[in-house]
């Protein structure tokens, strides 16, 4: 059994997540947080009356009361470094979905997950179709430079671009490297018209309601064009990727970057 924490089970995320561990038989929910919950045991919520698990307001707190295996992160960005931190100090492998840390934070907790000799999964997309569009995506790079990324996400998501999107431009810029498209002189006569640059490439956020998670990458070359896009509709599109990075970090004593690197 793989004993496994929630942080931020109150979440679209979090919630779906809880019930994933609590619905898997090789999983055991040990305890979930957050630090606004006015409840002390999950029990007390409408679809959780005959789960009785601690919930926790403080991290010290869950940490001195329960073992963990794996702590499961969708937090918020600013959080969700400090939680990893956190959880790698006290030997309890990382899951992270929470998207937002920046490069450094990675580093940083790539760098503390080798110290302490203790596994870890950060992956901006748990959704395998998102795996597979990045690759293919990737794939399609070398022989389409000039590309451009859509990302579309519910409008109650705090950061853009998506993590998925940035790392869908870091590895199509691994594959072309710097590019600079569009006309040289080109100019937005209202800011932000064409949309965020990385490595020359252009990425969109867009955010509506009714929207889970989507995006698009689109190639162009001469008189041919190349659509890549993925949809999650559902936030269970996610579950079997979270489940997998829960099992695989027992293996490992790294702290991966990416799903794609556990398949
Ligand atoms: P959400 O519904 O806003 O959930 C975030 C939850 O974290 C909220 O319940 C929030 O509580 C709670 N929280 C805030 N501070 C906390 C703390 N210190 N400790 C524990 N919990 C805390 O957001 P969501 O849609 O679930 O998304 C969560 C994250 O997952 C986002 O970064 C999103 O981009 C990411 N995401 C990742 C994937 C993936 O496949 N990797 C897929 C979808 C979404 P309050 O509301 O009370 O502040």
């Known amino acids: 059994m793989i004993k496994i924490v929630v942080a931020g089970f109150k979440g679209r995320m979090g919630n779906t997540a809880t019930k994933m561990v ?6 055991k929910l040990m305890g979930v947080l957050d630090p606004y919950a006015k409840e002390r045991n999950l029990n007390e919520m409408t679809d959780y009356t005959s789960i009785d698990v601690p919930v926790f307001k403080d991290k010290q707190e869950l940490v001195n009361s329960v073992e963990a295996d ?5 937090t918020v960005p600013e959080v969700a470094f400090e939680n990893t931190q956190f959880a790698l100090r006290n030997g309890i492998r990382p899951v992270v979905g929470t998207t937002g840390l920046s490069e450094d934070n990675v580093t940083t907790l790539q760098e503390l997950a080798a110290k302490h000799h203790t596994g870890g999964l950060i992956a901006p997309n748990f959704a395998i179709g998102a795996v597979l569009m990045m690759q293919f995506a990737a794939q399609a ?5 000039d590309v451009e990324i859509m990302e579309l996400h519910h409008d109650n998501k705090l950061d853009a671009p998506s993590g998925t999107a940035i790392k869908t431009a870091e590895m199509i810029a691994e594959e072309r490297g710097f590019h600079q498209q569009g ?5 937005e006569s209202i800011e932000g018209a064409r949309g965020a640059d990385y490595q020359g490439m252009k990425i969109h956020s867009v955010r509506l309601p009714g929207l889970v998670a989507h995006q698009q ?21 996610f579950m079997s990727g979270v489940a ?5 970090v027992m293996e490992s004593n790294e702290l991966v970057y990416g799903l794609e690197n556990l398949l």
């Not at 006309?183 to 100019?187: G, L, R, V």
């Open 244 to 248: 997998l990075g829960c099992t695989k």
């Open 217 to 237: 990458v689109q190639f162009g070359s001469k008189g041919e064009g190349l659509t890549i896009r993925h949809d999650s509709y559902d936030r269970s599109s």
């Open 22 to 27: 609590l619905e898997h038989q090789e999983f």
């Open 70 to 74: 794996v702590w499961i992160d969708f």
């Open 183 to 187: 006309h040289p002189e080109e100019k």
């Open 141 to 145: 790079a070398k022989y389409f430079p």
